[in-house]
């Protein structure tokens, strides 16, 4: 089994960058994992995925903005955020095919 924690979401300003954490835990390697994103009384969002070591898809409105990478010493794929604007506000959910979902974690981007 694999459990995914989300961490690395706050409060950042129009036009600054974050990075998102995708943490899985127990006796097993990181998955493929898809990134997700539900914004305020819409439908939950796929942005991208990571697969093996450097097999990487993105939603087409992500694309040069948005990068997927992985570090499996520390069992984390990251998410790096970069020109956020308010409509990036929203829950970012990491999740393993075949995965339960967490709880996300909270982006809001704010003057």
């Known amino acids: 089994q694999v459990q995914l924690m989300e961490s690395g979401g706050g409060l950042v300003q129009p036009g600054r960058s974050l990075r998102l954490s995708c943490t899985a835990s127990?006796?097993?390697?990181?998955?493929?994992v898809n990134w997700f994103r539900q914004v305020p009384g819409n439908s939950r969002e796929w942005l991208g995925s990571i697969t093996g070591p450097s097999m990487i898809t993105y939603a087409e409105f992500v694309k040069g903005r948005f990068i997927i990478s992985r570090d499996n010493a520390k069992n984390t794929v990251y998410l790096q955020m970069n020109s956020l604007t308010p409509e990036d506000t929203a829950v970012y959910y990491c999740?393993?095919?075949?995965?339960?979902w967490g709880q996300g974690t909270q982006v809001t981007v704010s003057s």
């Open positions: 127990g006796n097993v390697g990181i998955p493929s």
């Open positions: 999740r393993s095919p075949g995965g339960s």
